[in-house]
């Protein structure tokens, strides 16, 4: 079996100089029915390894829980990669950033009101040692195999400084069976406080080469020089611009990197997509959720095929390192452009019953006191008395739509700090309904203990509202919704449902011009979140959960839509470049 070895001089594999050449893929980002596909391109590009975090949160979805059902099924994913000849850096945090939600923790951690993530704090290690004893009995066949080299943490560095929880996480590593090495990864700034004496310690950078590889070799003064995260592209975030990179400047610093002697990880090899609610966000003061997209102007575009940048990279890695002859694949079968109406309609407000119990308290209670990771929360209370009002929140995680008597009054948002209405209270005894929106956890920095709700106290000219019921709407499945035929336009929130023959699955994307905020499915999968500012126009479908025949789209339009159709299309829009 092969065994990587860290020497003064760099990698050995079975006793032999190695250079790791590798591409992120991160197998919870794509239909599981399509990795094969993306491991064989990773294989064709010149590749020797794919790199590949483990998302704590979907695979522990409750405490106790561990599944590896469908695309969590990483033994499946490992077996593809040995099958294509392919070496494997697992990441398996238990924090991985990735862009990802919560940066991968489970949000019932967030449960303990005062608990310190990413710390020495018995809750959270005795939560991640768990975790790590289910992970690596799972993937056990395929340590010092498949897999040969696992990822201490990961950038943290950016987050803290005690070497004690790096050691503890190392220990319950080997203790659970790791015995390849560990390495961890930073950002150049970052080298000192990240790593652990006795790991490798790697960087991250996407260019400034010669600095990057400078300021690794001053922290560690021999043994090999690796790029773990060599940022090719960069995500999109909404209301933002889709950020791209020139194929040619982004060959140009991976010649110098491995002209240097370095090993590499792409970043991203492919991208793939936040499909359901599985986006992260960042609030570096100003909360920025991130889009559903995830294509990241990698090598594979979203839907797997490969780019101008793939063949420029390809061209580089043959200076280095044997390039496999075998032609690579053009791109895949799109499906034909076609319009679907939507008109059948649930109405959100009328049958949240059927989609979650509610709870009663004094108080809004937030996500994570109702056992929910994803979705949104339904609030309710009456109005003690009518006439001009003014409703303000501690605290909004993360998006809120505010009804009185079922009608509208307005939207309060955390991006944009906005956590006051005024209205008119109809009569006394209205019902106030306050739906509100998880749009990410954070995945970066100190914000990470982000729970989700309404938070803190809500009140009504500033006298606070009790007699609250708190409704988990996780919306993992609509089977219980009741749907009518559209006899006109139907306000939000609404679900509207269409159906469209296909004769022969293939990738495609589904474009919802005309339509404000949302989420939309496919026979029950769901593609993502949709929101008119942008930038994407467009979600991507795979190929796989399409069928021949009658196909279900589903859409979530929390507000309103100027027309009652969505059109399924050949390729994407993922929107501007520039402003």
Known sequence: MPRLEIAADGFRLDDRPFRIVSGGLHYFRVHPEQWADRLRKARLLGLNTVETYVPWNLHAPRPGAFELDAGLDLPRFLDLAAAEGLHVLLRPGPYICAEWEGGGMPSWLLADHDIELRSLDPRFTAAVDHYLEA???????????????????????????????????????????????????????????????????????????????????????????????????????????????????????????????????????????????????????????????????????????PTSKYEAFRRVIAKYEPVPEEEVPPPGAKLAPVRVELAEHAALLGQAHRL??????????????????????????????????????????????????????????????????????????????????????????????????????????????????????????????????????????????GRVEIARPADGYLALGGWTKGLAWINGFALGRYWSRGPQTTLYVPAPVLRPGRNEITVLELHAATTAWVELRDRPDLGPTED
């Open 356 to 497: 979650g119990e509610a709870v009663a308290a004094g108080a809004p209670r937030s996500m994570e006191e109702l056992g929910q990771s994803f979705g949104f929360v339904l609030y309710e209370t009456l109005l003690p008395t009518a006439g001009p009002a003014v409703l303000r929140a501690d605290q909004v995680r993360d998006r809120a739509q505010v009804f009185v008597d079922g009608q509208p009054v307005g939207v309060l948002e955390r991006e944009g700090r906005e956590l006051a209405l005024a209205f008119t209270v109809p009569r006394p005894g209205a019902r106030l309904t306050v739906l509100v929106e998880n749009q990410g956890r954070v995945n970066y920095g100190r914000a990470i203990h982000d729970r989700k709700g309404l938070l803190g106290e809500v009140r009504l000219n500033e006298q606070p509202l009790t007699g609250w019921s708190s409704r988990p709407l996780p919306l993992d499945t609509l089977d219980a919704l009741e749907f009518t035929r559209a006899a006109g336009p139907a306000p939000g929130p609404v679900f509207r449902r």
């Open 135 to 305: 992970l690596l009995e799972a993937v056990r066949p395929h340590l010092d195999t498949t897999v040969i080299a696992v990822q201490l943490e990961n950038e943290y560095g950016a987050y803290g400084n005690d070497p004690r929880y790096l050691a503890e996480l190392a220990g319950l590593l080997r203790r659970h069976g790791v015995e390849v090495p560990l390495f961890t990864c930073d950002q150049p700034a970052d080298l000192g406080r990240g790593g652990l004496d006795g790991v490798l310690r790697t960087a991250n950078f996407g260019s400034r080469v010669e600095a990057g590889l400078t300021e690794l070799r001053r922290h560690q003064p021999e043994g090999p020089l690796m790029c773990t995260e060599f940022w090719i592209g960069w995500f999109d975030r909404w209301g933002g611009t889709h950020v791209v990179r020139d194929p040619e400047n982004a060959a140009a610093d991976l010649d110098q990197l491995l002209a240097a002697g370095a090993s590499v990880n792409i970043y991203m090899f492919h991208g793939g997509t936040n499909f359901g609610f599985t986006n992260g966000a960042n609030d570096k003061g100003v909360y920025r959720p991130t889009a559903t997209s995830y294509d990241y102007d990698a090598l594979l575009d979203e839907a797997g095929d």
